[in-house]
């Protein structure tokens, strides 16, 4: 299978060819969100070398292609240049209309003329009521697929629409420029349609393309960036020889993430692999950013570097990958975070290991870093829940660059402090965090925050240097007040289930409480070797105020001192 790919826009390919959508395609299927926020990024990333994936196609001959991959895009496209159009020529301008119309129609080879998107599915809908540049002389029969495009050019109308009539309404402007100023207007949206960016991969012939599209359509969705970048690096790095060290490399690097025990991507390595080095862009946007920085002089610098992060990147969502026990400290600080579910702090611990691995910070700087970016999303993420518009997210990418550009272990040492004081400027309240802290709360029936109350009763019991006959992982969480006694007067389930509540066992101690008196279960906890918590001590009897108070009680020591930064 021969397959050819090249960087180009939209208004090259509609130039230069014509498209053909063979029945195997899906209907056109875009809805108002779809179309909006298409609009909303051209508007948005108006100027800029803006990307919109890849396109597959084969070859019918050599101006005709069909479309394996990319319709969606393609038929949106075409849409929105006819409304464009129609909109030129309602304002009188003629010339700009049949330009335009170029792209939409126009005579091929032989003279004769042919729309440059041309479909089967939904014939002749399309060509008469949205391609053509007159009045349409054919009746249709409306479709699901038609009613699709009706609604795409009305909305894509009603855009436009509302753009022209913003001109009218701005009394900045003078009578005289109105339709200057809106001819003007749509310029700018047909430039920033035409200079759209995209991958044209173009395959010899339609038995391919069929392979092709099965395998695009089990994905269900474009060509990851994993295959841009990987199609990008293929065309700088040439194999020299016998050996294709590039192909090697790259097996190399995505044999690490997909080998991985932990659920990451190798989409989202290189994502973060970028924001822990350069400039943070959002996701769709980073392919352009990737094609520009990358050329063939640094392309093997940029590849090793890869490779050798997807070690890092891995290590610190696979806690069991490359650390030793003598680092255990760090790699719980980083289960931590993976059990808080979190992203944010990504491209900083991914810029943090990379330093301790590359010797520019010793392991204490790292272990001690890492552990204040866990003790604040305790009390940010994991209890209070907080809201970040998205200065958390630039604050660590800010720090993974600066760090990633240390020159020496001081400067490194500076920018570290710089995060951590950050970090303790922005953790909540402790109002705030006792109000969720009391919220937190398990029992047999509501088990969903099981894990993190898991993991705070072991942080409460080594604050304490709690004593147990079995490890951690053998001891199961106790409810003082039994949760079969939750419909005693005074009780519920919320209270049975707080923290305050709770305790940690081994399941063979447990049996043994399960009948007796609180105070003989205290006495039994002694003899077995267990550190009776010193809140217990001296208790004869066990209420729903013991509760209250103690899970207080526990707040203030989990804010004050256990999480403090």
Known sequence: MKIESKDTDIESLLDGSYFHIPRFQRPYSWDDENINDFWNDLIVNKGEDYFI?????????????GVVDGQQRLTTITILLCVLRDEFAKLGNEDLAKGLHQLIERKDRNNVNEYVLKTETSFPYFQEHIQKFSDPEVETTIHAEENNLKNAHTVFKGLVMSALTAIDSDTTIPADKKIETKINKLIEVRNAVLNLNVIFVTLDNEDDAYVIFETLNTRGKDLALTDLVKNHFSKHLKAQGAVDHTKIKWKQMLETIHHSSADISSDDFIYHFWASRYESVPLKKLFPKVRKEITKTNAKDYLDALLSDAKIYRSIHETSYVW????????????????????????????????????????AKLRDTLNAIEKFHFVFTAVTSSRSSGGISAMYSSFARKLYEAKNPQNASDEIHALIAKLRDKRPSFDEFKVAFKEIYYTNSNSKQKNLVRYILRKFSEHYLYKYPVDFDDLTIEHIHPQSKSNEAGWDE?????????????????????????????????????????????????????????TEEMAQVAYNNIWKI
Not at 53 to 65: F, L, R, T
Not at 341 to 357: E, G, I
Not at 517 to 535: A, M, N
């Open 324 to 363: 030793d026990k003598n680092e255990v400290e760090a790699s719980r600080s980083l289960a931590s975070l993976q059990l808080f579910k979190l992203s944010q702090p990504t491209p900083a611990v991914l810029s943090l290991v990379r330093a301790y691995r590359n010797n520019v910070i010793k392991f």
């Open 53 to 65: 994936g890849s396109m597959v196609v084969y070859k019918k001959s050599k101006q005709q292609y």
């Open 494 to 550: 919320n209270a049975v289930g707080r923290l305050g509540n709770l305790i940690f066992l081994d399941q063979k101690i447990n049996g043994q409480l399960d009948t007796k008196t609180f105070k003989e279960k205290l006495s039994l906890l002694e003899t077995q070797g267990y550190s009776v918590p010193s809140f217990l001590k001296g208790k004869t009897s066990w209420d729903v105020s013991d509760v209250e108070s103690h």
